[in-house]
């Protein structure tokens, strides 16, 4: 079992749907939870960051994270073409300050939003 | 604010041949990190260096090797290029600890 689980799609909606982006995880010792969005040849750039369980909102998008189900997700509302994209999800443990640090990836959910 | 720079951004390569991918991010962050990704496969962690003067394997260490040239740069050499290694690498930084992790634009390296 791969240490962080994300269906890859592709996911395609309408314009002005709702959009539900999910990740499921094994390691219970991730504590950090990012949201990456990812254009077509472009780097991942962070669009949501949460700490431990609960919810964050920053406009049309809002993170959840249950850490007891070890389950994120990611809303988009009125979502628009311009959000076609890919989003990868990301997770960390606390630092350990010696151990391997770098983030641990879904392979990411192509999304597409049609006009 | 450049945030991470990657160079050069397009590469073709021979098999056997060597080159050198460059970052530098200019946001004073302790770790770097060297990513590639395939499609299918998602980011994959290469190396990492928590801080200047340390560097470490990460998933898919085989066939690279890097440098952390000082606190802004860090490097990833192939020695000797294999068509296994056609892949975009990313290369990222963070504070170290809990804050996000910030990318470049990214390498389209192809080995022919």
């Known amino acids: 079992q791969k240490e962080v689980e994300q269906d890859p799609g592709p996911l395609s909606v309408p314009e002005g749907a709702i959009v539900s982006l999910n990740c499921t995880y094994s390691?219970?010792?991730?504590?950090?939870f990012m949201w990456y969005r990812q254009y077509s040849r472009k780097g991942p750039e962070l669009l949501m960051y949460t700490y431990s369980s609960g919810n964050k909102e920053d406009g049309r998008f809002t993170a959840q994270v249950d850490k007891s189900s070890k389950y994120i997700s990611l809303f988009i509302r009125d979502s628009q073409p311009s959000d076609s994209a890919t989003y990868l999800c990301a997770m960390r443990g606390l630092y350990s300050g010696g151990g391997a640090d770098g983030l641990t990836f879904g392979k990411g959910t192509h999304l597409i939003i049609q006009p | 604010n450049a945030g991470v720079t990657q160079t050069p951004k397009f590469q073709v390569l021979k098999t056997g041949q060597s080159m050198t991918l460059q970052c530098a991010q200019d946001?004073?962050?302790?770790?770097m990190y060297w990513y590639r990704q395939d499609p299918g496969m998602g980011l994959r962690l290469i190396y990492y260096s928590a801080s200047e003067g340390t560097t470490d394997k990460g998933e898919v260490p085989n066939g690279y090797n890097v440098s952390r040239l000082n606190k802004r740069e860090f490097s990833l050499r192939l020695e000797s290029a294999a068509p296994s290694q056609t892949s975009v690498y990313f290369c990222?930084?963070?504070?170290?600890?809990?804050?996000?992790?910030?990318f470049g634009q990214g390498t389209r390296l192809t080995v022919v």
């Open positions: 946001m004073n962050h302790n770790s």
């Open positions: 390691n219970s010792a991730f504590q950090y």
């Open positions: 990222a930084s963070h504070l170290g600890g809990r804050a996000e992790a910030f």
